[in-house]
C-alpha cells in the first residue's frame, strides 16, 4: 500500500510538472501572439506612410512630366517655325 501512495505520488509530481510546461508554453504563445499583432500593427503604418509618400512622389514626378512634355511641344514648334521660315526664304532666293 505504502509504494501504491508513492507511485500516485509521484503521478501527481509528474502531472503537475507537465501541468506547469503547459502554462508556461501557453503564456509563450500568448507573448508571440502579442508580438506578431504588435509588429503587424507598426508593419501596417509604416507601408501605409510609405503609399502616402509614393503617391506625393508620383504627382511630383506627373508634373515634371508635363513640364518637359510642355517643352518638348515647344521646342518642336519652333523648329517646325524655323524649318518653314528656311523653305520660305529658300523658295524666294530660288524665284
Do not use: P, Y
Request: glycine residues 4%; negative net charge; aromatic residues 2%.
Amino acid at each position: 500500500m505504502v509504494r501504491d501512495l508513492k507511485k500516485i505520488l509521484e503521478t501527481l509530481e509528474v502531472h503537475e510538472a507537465t501541468q506547469e510546461r503547459i502554462k508556461t508554453i501557453q503564456l509563450a504563445e500568448n507573448a508571440s501572439m502579442k508580438d506578431t499583432l504588435k509588429a503587424l500593427s507598426v508593419l501596417t503604418d509604416s507601408v501605409q506612410g510609405i503609399a502616402v509618400g509614393s503617391a506625393g512622389s508620383i504627382e511630383c514626378l506627373n508634373d515634371k512630366i508635363n513640364i518637359i512634355k510642355d517643352f518638348v511641344i515647344k521646342q518642336a514648334e519652333e523648329t517646325t517655325s524655323l524649318k518653314l521660315r528656311i523653305i520660305n526664304i529658300e523658295d524666294r532666293l530660288n524665284d
